[in-house]
């Protein structure tokens, strides 16, 4: 509803917001196999990985939090596409919204104040490697300028089978 998506602001994620972060991203861990991870992780565990998304730079964690309680609904990444020098700049993003908060735009939302926000960093290229199947999350890269680029069949095992991801780019 065109109402509700006015109800939630975006900002940097901090780390007082440790704990309803990996609430989050445990659920897809548990439920799902959006993510390749099969084991939960304390927010300690966390810790490392939010400290590795500062306020500027390429590699952003956006949050969505309800206008009126705080309450955390969704967050949104850049992060490193992969480890070596010349892949610098290029980042992979990812978008996890609160199970109860789906189907409100938070997705849509994060997605443009993360993108808004790298608007002035040196990042030529975006990745996303989708699992499959989720039509939501490929909806919304659609949306914002990703295009299809390939599939790596039966790249992960969770919950005793193999799961193909659906990889998409986007130019920045």
Same mark, same amino acid.
């Given at each position: 509803?065109?109402?509700? #998506?006015?109800?939630?602001?975006?900002?940097?994620?901090?780390? %007082?917001?440790?704990? &309803?972060?990996?609430?989050?991203? @445990?659920?897809?861990? =548990?439920? %799902?196999?959006?993510?390749?991870?099969? &084991?939960?992780?304390?927010?300690?565990?966390? #810790?490392?990985?939010?400290?590795?998304?500062?306020?500027?730079?390429?590699?952003?964690?956006?949050? &969505?939090?309800?206008?009126?309680?705080?309450?955390?609904?969704?967050?949104? %990444?850049?992060?490193?596409?992969?480890?070596?020098?010349? *892949?610098? /700049?290029?980042?992979? /993003?990812?978008?996890?919204? &609160?199970?109860? $908060?789906?189907?409100?735009?938070?997705? %849509?939302?994060?997605?443009?104040?993360?993108? !808004?926000?790298?608007?002035?960093?040196?990042?030529? =290229?975006?990745?996303? !490697?989708? $699992?499959?199947? @989720?039509?939501?999350? /490929?909806?919304?890269?659609?949306?914002?300028?990703? $295009? *299809?680029? !390939?599939? *790596?069949?039966?790249?992960?095992?969770?919950?005793?089978?193999?799961?193909?991801?659906?990889?998409?780019?986007?130019?920045?």
């Amino acid at each position: 509803m065109p109402s509700e #998506r006015t109800e939630a602001q975006v900002r940097p994620g901090i780390e %007082t917001d440790l704990d &309803a972060l990996t609430a989050i991203y @445990n659920h897809y861990v =548990r439920e %799902t196999a959006i993510t390749f991870d099969t &084991a939960i992780f304390t927010p300690e565990e966390r #810790r490392p990985w939010l400290l590795s998304h500062p306020e500027d730079g390429p590699h952003r964690l956006m949050v &969505a939090t309800d206008a009126d309680s705080q309450q955390i609904l969704g967050y949104a %990444t850049s992060s490193p596409y992969r480890p070596k020098p010349a *892949y610098a /700049t290029s980042v992979e /993003t990812s978008v996890y919204v &609160a199970p109860d $908060a789906g189907r409100r735009g938070i997705g %849509t939302l994060l997605y443009g104040a993360l993108f !808004g926000a790298l608007a002035g960093e040196d990042v030529h =290229r975006a990745y996303a !490697g989708i $699992a499959q199947l @989720n039509e939501a999350s /490929t909806r919304l890269h659609e949306r914002f300028g990703f $295009a *299809y680029i !390939g599939t *790596y069949r039966e790249v992960g095992r969770k919950f005793g089978r193999y799961w193909d991801v659906a990889w998409h780019e986007k130019p920045l």
